[in-house]
């Protein structure tokens, strides 16, 4: 379970994804498998994430690919 395979990267497009500025505030979550799983693509990372005052008590932890952000708890 979670984010084992890379991507290959595909040429960029006017339908390639762009996701920027995703915040999550304010959570607390308990007994969940993956806290969170987050996937941008090789050629279109997901940008500026912020988890602030986040508490999860998870098996797996976050798991993240081509994806940047920042933790502050």
Do not use: C, H
């Not at 920027?20 to 969170?36: F, Q």
């Not at 508490?55 to 920042?70: C, H, K, W």
């Amino acid at each position: 379970m979670g984010l084992v395979e890379e991507l290959e990267a595909q040429e960029i497009t006017a339908t390639t994804p762009q996701v920027n500025g995703v915040t999550i505030r304010n959570l607390e979550a308990k007994d969940a498998k993956i806290a969170a799983l987050l996937s941008g693509l090789p050629e279109s990372i997901v940008n500026n994430v912020l988890f602030e005052n986040v508490a999860i008590d998870s098996e797996l932890g976050i798991q993240a690919r081509y994806v940047n952000g920042t933790l502050l708890n």
